[in-house]
């Protein structure tokens, strides 16, 4: 049976002088009468001591959360290019249909416009002044595509003098639906202005101008709304304005009508198409 020397648990300490040197490491005496010693680990005592930081979960979600500079250059990219995916698709479709279908707006013309009265009586006194006047004329529609129709909503006439632009009279032609590769015609649209109608000074001093022409230059101007189908795309009702220019004629001086003429009896048409507005 073996002995074992333990080393004191209380070191001496000395109040000057340097520091003690370390406790002996434990020695173990054999039988034989050798001992074995075992080496000592030396930790200082000036090594701080590692405490572990507390948890803190502020820090831990500030340091996960993404930034906001990196949030929004990610909305602006992904925004750029769903804007950009929707502007190629809708490019690809807008030529696809035009490809296959090969759209064009409908065209209109006046042939013959014939002025029956246009009569302008002032006061003696210049303050109030009236116009009477009567127009007939005849009105082409044409519809030159062979998959596309218009249904048009009744027309708003209206016939100014070029010059000035005032109005001399007004007058409307009914609804109509145009189909594929069809022509409509419409005799004996009358617009008029009864004597009833006043004119404000300027105006009346605009038109005494305008009819003391030998010719007078006229135009018609129609508006309306015109519903588009394709197959069986609908679109809602666009605004479209036909405009006619050139007729120039003479007041008649007495019941005989007279015949405005004009170089060119196409009507320019302007079709306000939007594409969201078509229905699926």
């Known amino acids: 049976m073996t002995d074992r020397v333990f080393p004191a648990s209380k070191?001496?300490?000395?109040?000057?002088?340097?520091?003690?040197?370390?406790?002996?490491?434990?020695?173990?005496?054999?039988?034989?009468?050798?001992?074995?010693?075992?080496?000592?680990?030396?930790?200082?005592?000036?090594?701080?001591?590692?405490?572990?930081?507390?948890?803190?979960?502020?820090?831990?979600?500030?340091?996960?959360?993404p930034t906001c500079r990196r949030v929004c250059c990610c909305c602006c990219f992904w925004s750029i290019s769903i804007f950009l995916l929707l502007s190629l698709m809708a490019a690809i479709a807008a030529t696809a249909v035009y490809v296959i279908y090969h759209p064009r707006p409908p065209s209109f013309s006046v042939p013959s416009l014939r002025i029956s009265r246009v009569n302008l009586t002032t006061a003696s006194?210049?303050?109030?002044?009236?116009?009477?006047?009567?127009?007939?004329?005849?009105?082409?529609?044409?519809?030159p595509n062979q998959h596309l129709t218009f249904s048009y909503n009744p027309f708003t006439v209206v016939v100014k003098s070029a010059k000035s632009g005032e109005m001399l009279a007004n007058g409307t032609v009914p609804a109509f639906f145009s189909?594929?590769?069809?022509?409509?015609?419409?005799?004996?649209?009358?617009?008029?202005?009864?004597?009833?109608?006043?004119?404000?000074?300027?105006?009346?001093?605009?038109?005494?101008?305008?009819?003391?022409?030998?010719?007078?230059?006229?135009?018609?101007?129609?508006?309306?709304?015109?519903?588009?189908?394709?197959g069986k795309v609908k679109s809602e009702g666009v605004e479209i304005k036909v405009t006619c220019r050139g007729f120039e004629g003479t007041v008649p001086k007495g019941k005989t009508p007279t015949v405005a003429t004009s170089k060119q009896t196409k009507c320019k048409s302007d079709l306000s198409v939007k594409v969201w507005k078509w229905s699926f």
């Open 11 to 65: 070191p001496p300490t000395a109040t000057n002088g340097p520091p003690p040197p370390p406790p002996p490491a434990p020695t173990t005496v054999n039988g034989n009468g050798t001992s074995n010693q075992k080496p000592q680990v030396y930790i200082p005592s000036n090594r701080p001591v590692y405490r572990p930081q507390p948890y803190s979960r502020h820090h831990h979600h500030h340091q996960s959360r």
């Open 125 to 143: 006194d210049t303050s109030v002044s009236h116009l009477s006047s009567f127009f007939n004329f005849t009105l082409l529609s044409e519809n």
């Open 179 to 230: 189909g594929n590769k069809n022509k409509t015609t419409f005799r004996g649209v009358i617009a008029t202005s009864t004597s009833a109608r006043e004119l404000d000074p300027e105006e009346a001093r605009h038109l005494k101008s305008d009819l003391t022409r030998a010719r007078v230059g006229l135009e018609v101007e129609m508006r309306t709304k015109v519903k588009m189908q394709m």
